[in-house]
Structures are given as structure tokens and as C-alpha cells.
Nanobody
Framework: QVQLQESGPYLVKPSQTLSLTCTVS??????????WTWIRQPPGKGQEWIGA???????FYNPSLKSRTSISRDTSKNQFTLTLSSVTPEDTAVYYC?????????????WGQGTQVTVSS
């Protein structure tokens, strides 16, 4: 069974850059045919899809976040990383990584437990 674990939690200051790493076990970033996905949920709000990197290395971003977002992977470590620059307090959220079948995230996909990111001065 695929398991995912996010790094963190994190406290970062506005304007700084956030980097989160998802470590995958029980599966492979390159041979398991998943979209390796980042999602976040701000307090009191719904989930927001951030982006994904596929088993083949294709990358997809939420257009609203694309200018500040970078997703990469380290296949030797079986990890993929989210980098979010110029953060503001509105970026405060629980961040999740997930293994999904496509660009639509489903509850029964494989999910990490989530990690708290707080942006505060």
C-alpha cells in the first residue's frame, strides 16, 4: 500500500519561501501510475488543489497559484517537493500530499496525514 508523509509543520514569515517535501513509501514515483499531488485546506475553507507531478514527470499547476508554485521530484529519494514563494497569511493551511488517479482529488485516494503551515509575522 502506498503511504505518504509530509514534512513539517512550519512557521514562516510573510514574503518568505515555503518548501514542503512528501516522502512516498510502498510505491514508486516513476513506476506507479499516479498523479503525485499537493492539496491545501485553509481553516474554515474548502480544499484547494495546488498541483501535481505525474509518474512521467509532467507537471500541472493551479493557474491561481502557478506564478508562485514549483513542484519537483527526487526519484532517488522517492520524494516530491512543493515550493511556494512570497507567502502571505492567506497561505496558512493544512497541506496534504496525495497519490491520485488524475487531476481530480478524491477522498479514497491515498493521502498523507497533512502538515500545518502557518504564515505569520
Amino acid at each position: 500500500q502506498v503511504q505518504l508523509q509530509e514534512s513539517g509543520p512550519y512557521l514562516v514569515k510573510p514574503s518568505q519561501t515555503l518548501s514542503l517535501t512528501c516522502t512516498v513509501s510502498g510505491g514508486s514515483l516513476t513506476t506507479d501510475l499516479y498523479y503525485w499531488t499537493w492539496i491545501r485546506q485553509p481553516p474554515g475553507k474548502g480544499q484547494e488543489w495546488i498541483g501535481a507531478i505525474t509518474y512521467s514527470g509532467s507537471i500541472f499547476y493551479n493557474p491561481s497559484l502557478k506564478s508562485r508554485t514549483s513542484i519537483s521530484r527526487d526519484t532517488s529519494k522517492n520524494q516530491f517537493t512543493l515550493t511556494l514563494s512570497s507567502v502571505t497569511p492567506e497561505d496558512t493551511a493544512v497541506y496534504y500530499c496525495a497519490a491520485t488517479q488524475d487531476l481530480q482529488v478524491r477522498t479514497d485516494d491515498y493521502w498523507g496525514q497533512g502538515t500545518q503551515v502557518t504564515v505569520s509575522s
